[in-house]
């Protein structure tokens, strides 16, 4: 609140109208999560993947109920300045760390209130999904397209977000409260940093192309290849485009090297861990072996 009260003080105000902005919400809400999410899953570790994937969960979460804000603040300006601006702040306050607004978000209402029914939520999503899977097969997808098709524009975009919202939003939240080896934060995690370039690209393009009746397919589409595991879209557009851009390359190999020993150290047998793991870091410390 001081923070707040002090930039609206202080910052001139055409200043403040960029800041305030869609693009300066972007910015902070988006383009750095996702760096630090490229980096969270490239380190070795899953603290700081469990801490981004909060992040994720709950930020798409806000994001995605408030998205009728936006139709409201095209038809009232001055309602949109000060939504831009609470919207700014909300979104300060979950992505810093020493706030840590999601972590605590997630820690005070989340797991009390949402956890238990989440879980349910997700089976029955899953199940649902072996019935739509089986109903929507190659015979039908041509008339579900033509379906998806003939909805109105605003409609197609609901059905096109949701899509990436509202299951892995759900999956995030099990993945969370979940107790194992962290494999699946790293995966959903790997899947927001993605949807999040998808969903940026969307959001621009919308606006010259989005009347083609073709472009929502598009978008639909390429969600449900990036988060299916059938597809493993997320991780192929992850490793092939999003770690070279931010050139983590190299620590995106170390990352793979530590899952690499924690599946070797669990074919180990029990008792011969010290003698067996100087022998695999020989291996690993010669470049050649004759």
Request: charge should be negative; include cysteine.
């Amino acid at each position: 609140l001081i923070l707040s009260a002090i930039t609206l003080l202080t910052v001139p105000e055409f200043i403040q109208n960029e800041i305030f902005s869609p693009a300066g919400i972007v910015v902070l809400g988006v383009l750095m999560p996702i760096y630090e999410s490229i980096h969270a899953v490239c380190t070795p570790g899953g603290k700081d993947d469990t801490q981004w994937l909060t992040f994720w969960l709950v930020y798409a979460t806000f994001s995605y109920t408030t998205e009728f804000m936006d139709v409201i603040a095209e038809h009232w300006p001055r309602v949109g300045e000060h939504w831009h601006e609470f919207q700014f702040f909300v979104t300060l306050w979950l992505v810093l760390p020493f706030t840590n607004g999601a972590g605590l978000f997630y820690e005070k209402l989340v797991v009390p209130y949402c956890v238990p029914r989440v879980k349910k939520m997700k089976v029955l999503l899953e199940g649902w999904g072996g019935v739509i899977t089986t109903v929507v097969n190659a015979s039908n997808l041509g008339f579900v397209w033509f379906v998806f098709l003939t909805l109105p524009e605003e409609a197609r975009r609901f059905v096109t977000v949701a899509v990436g919202t509202v299951y892995p939003v759900l999956a995030s939240t099990v993945a969370l409260t979940t107790k194992d080896d962290g494999f699946d934060d790293t995966y959903w995690l790997t899947y927001w940093a993605v949807y999040a370039v998808l969903f940026m690209c969307m959001d621009y393009l919308e606006n010259f192309i989005g009347f083609i009746p073709g472009f929502y397919s598009l978008c639909l589409a390429v969600t449900v290849y990036l988060y299916l595991p059938l597809f493993g879209g997320a991780e192929v557009v992850f490793r092939k485009v999003l770690v070279p851009l931010s050139g983590q390359h190299e620590q995106l190999l170390l990352h793979d090297a530590y899952l690499m020993r924690l599946e070797v150290e669990k074919k180990i047998p029990p008792g011969v861990h010290e003698v067996f793991l100087p022998k695999l870091v020989d291996i690993f410390s010669n470049k050649k072996n004759d």
